[in-house]
């Protein structure tokens, strides 16, 4: 079965500071990613999402994800965080060709201190 | 355009006690998902419907949750009986079409369960 894996369940961050959020699954063929973002209060919504061409795909507020198949990754990253990017960040894996269910993981909070 | 409606947005009943959720999806989006999310988990898919058909509901316990869409709009999910473990958060998401993932999934603000 197919499987996501989160490495950090907590981060904590200082404003202007660089992130990268792990990111791995499991499946050895074809897949769509995701990432998605919870702020505090509010609904789980979609930040980025790649499903082929350029491995490098850009989201919303200025967070980007890079797709290494070799890797089985697909990591979140922003070169400087704001005290607003505190949330849940969820990354998600779809296989179409296989079951086209969506496997998310378990999530990492992150907590920038202003 | 209004989002995804969910009610109620919490619920504390006794094991063994039915319960049921309800979900208006956005306007127009043909499929719904039902998730659910315990805490420190990442949603899990309960079932998925396009318009009033079930598409997947492989991963429902079906001896205690049904779920039904009857006309293709709003959904219920019910709870019957209630266990300790079904403590969670109960999503509802809606996307347009019947494209799967290709579009993109709008999430509703979720109905937090307590089971006593």
């Known amino acids: 079965a197919q499987s996501v894996s989160q490495h950090n369940h907590h981060v904590i961050l200082s404003e202007a500071a660089s992130l990268e959020l792990g990111c791995n699954y499991s499946y050895g063929g074809t897949v769509n990613l995701f990432w998605y973002v919870q702020y505090p209060g509010q609904h789980l919504q979609l930040l980025l999402k790649y499903f082929s061409g350029d491995p490098l795909v850009k989201g919303i507020k200025g967070f980007e994800a890079e797709f290494i198949k070799s890797k089985f990754s697909f990591n979140l990253r922003k070169p400087s965080v704001q005290w607003s990017d505190t949330a849940e960040y969820f990354c998600?894996?779809?296989?179409?060709?296989?079951?086209?269910?969506?496997?998310f993981g378990k999530g990492t909070r992150l907590h920038i201190l202003p | 355009e209004a989002g995804v409606a969910q009610s109620p947005r919490y619920k504390i009943i006794e094991k063994r006690q039915s319960v049921a959720f309800w979900c208006n999806p956005i306007?127009?989006?043909?499929?719904l998902y039902w998730y659910q999310q315990i805490l420190g988990q990442g949603p899990k898919l309960l079932i998925q419907f396009q318009n009033n058909g079930v598409v997947d509901d492989s991963q429902l316990p079906k001896d205690r949750f049904s779920a039904e869409r009857l006309k293709g709009v709003d959904s219920t999910l019910k709870i019957q009986p209630a266990k300790l473990e079904d403590s969670a958060v109960y999503l509802c998401?809606?996307?347009?079409?019947?494209?799967?993932?290709?579009?993109?999934?709008?999430f509703g603000p979720g109905t937090r369960l307590t089971v006593l």
């Open positions: 998600a894996v779809n296989a179409p060709n296989r079951d086209d269910k969506i496997i």
């Open positions: 306007s127009g989006h043909a499929t």
């Open positions: 998401a809606s996307i347009r079409g019947a494209g799967g993932l290709y579009n993109e999934q709008f």
